[in-house]
């Protein structure tokens, strides 16, 4: 948004526009996936909420990538799997995203990414596109495979984990 020639900028101060902005998009709630790919050291992951399906035809997700994410330059042009976590795998996203390590009994498959056992829902995809997103970058990637399974999932709300119940009728029948 621009006013004249100078860029418009707000009226706060930009470390706590920045928490305040970080603080509105929080309140969106998301479930909970990790990222997980190949690496010239082996299976690697990534905890991530900005996921979201793009397209069905062809079947199209997005994820969206910290530049300054170590995972980051490992990612462009790399096949990767999107896994969801279920309510109980609230360890596996801390693990991913830089806490206590675990011993993964990854899933390794030829020609897919590697992925986590016991997940919601696995997406195997291979890279598509990528766009620039300010600060992050849009990968873009073809889902090749998937499966799933019930059970309640994973959520992020307002800077905490959450559980997302699986509701006790679906509505998939409808859609
Ligand atoms: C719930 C949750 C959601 C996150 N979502 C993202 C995300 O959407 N994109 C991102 O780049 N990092 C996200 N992160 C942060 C990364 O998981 C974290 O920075 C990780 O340590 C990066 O690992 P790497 O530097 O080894 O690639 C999220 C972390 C948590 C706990």
Request: charged content about 20%; proline content about 8%; overall charge negative.
């Amino acid at each position: 948004m621009e006013r004249g020639a100078e860029p418009w900028r707000p009226p706060v101060a930009a470390p706590d526009l920045a928490r305040a902005l970080r603080s509105c998009l929080g309140r969106f709630a998301t479930g909970v996936c990790v990222i997980t790919f190949d690496a010239q050291d082996g299976p690697r992951g990534l905890t991530l909420n900005s996921f979201t399906s793009v397209s069905v035809d062809p079947p199209l997700v997005l994820i969206s990538i910290a530049r300054t994410a170590r995972s980051h330059d490992v990612l462009v042009d790399r096949s990767f799997c999107v896994n969801v976590l279920g309510a109980e795998q609230q360890s596996l996203a801390q693990c991913f995203a830089g806490g206590p390590p675990q011993s993964i009994a990854w899933v390794q498959r030829p020609d897919l990414a590697p992925r986590l056992p016991g997940v919601l829902a696995h997406l195997a995809c291979r890279p598509y596109r990528a766009y620039d997103g300010g600060d992050h970058t849009l990968f873009l990637g073809e889902v090749v495979d998937f499966d799933y399974r019930s059970g309640d999932a994973l959520g992020y709300h307002a800077g905490g984990y959450t559980h997302i119940g699986e509701p006790a009728l679906g509505v998939e029948h409808l859609l």
